[in-house]
Nanobody, 121 residues
Framework: QLQLVESGGGLVQPGGSLRLSCAASGFTMADIAIGWFRQAPGKERERISCISNYGVRTDYAASVKGRFTISRDNAKKTVYLQMNSLKPEDTAVYYC??????????????WGQGTQVTVSS
C-alpha cells in the first residue's frame, strides 16, 4: 500500500508560521521525489516546492521563495514544509505528492488528501 498523509494545517495570523508534514507509507524513500502543491477555491492548482530523493535538490515557486522551506527525513518517511511570514493569499488546501520517475512534475503519480491552511486576522 502506498499512502501520503498531510498534517499540520490550521488557522494562523498574517506574519505567522506553520509547519506541514507529509507522512509517506509503503514507499522506498530513496526512490521518490516529493512535491508540495496548493489550491484555493476558484484558482488553479499551484506547484509551490519540490525536493529530490535525498534532499540535495530543492525548488520553490516565486510566490513562496524566501518564506517556505522544504526538507525531508527519509528515516522517518516524512517530508516537511516550513512556512514563515504567511500572507492571506497563502490560504489554500495544501497537498503533498510523490513520483518515482520524475522530479518536480506537475502530474505526480501519488497524492495525499490535503490539509487546510488559513491565514487570517
Amino acid at each position: 500500500q502506498l499512502q501520503l498523509v498531510e498534517s499540520g494545517g490550521g488557522l494562523v495570523q498574517p506574519g505567522g508560521s506553520l509547519r506541514l508534514s507529509c507522512a509517506a507509507s509503503g514507499f522506498t524513500m530513496a526512490d521518490i521525489a516529493i512535491g508540495w502543491f496548493r489550491q484555493a477555491p476558484g484558482k488553479e492548482r499551484e506547484r509551490i516546492s519540490c525536493i529530490s530523493n535525498y534532499g540535495v535538490r530543492t525548488d520553490y515557486a516565486a510566490s513562496v521563495k524566501g518564506r517556505f522551506t522544504i526538507s525531508r527525513d527519509n528515516a522517518k518517511k516524512t517530508v516537511y514544509l516550513q512556512m514563515n511570514s504567511l500572507k492571506p493569499e497563502d490560504t489554500a488546501v495544501y497537498y503533498c505528492a510523490a513520483d518515482r520517475y520524475s522530479y518536480c512534475s506537475a502530474n505526480m503519480r501519488y497524492w495525499g488528501q490535503g490539509t487546510q491552511v488559513t491565514v487570517s486576522s
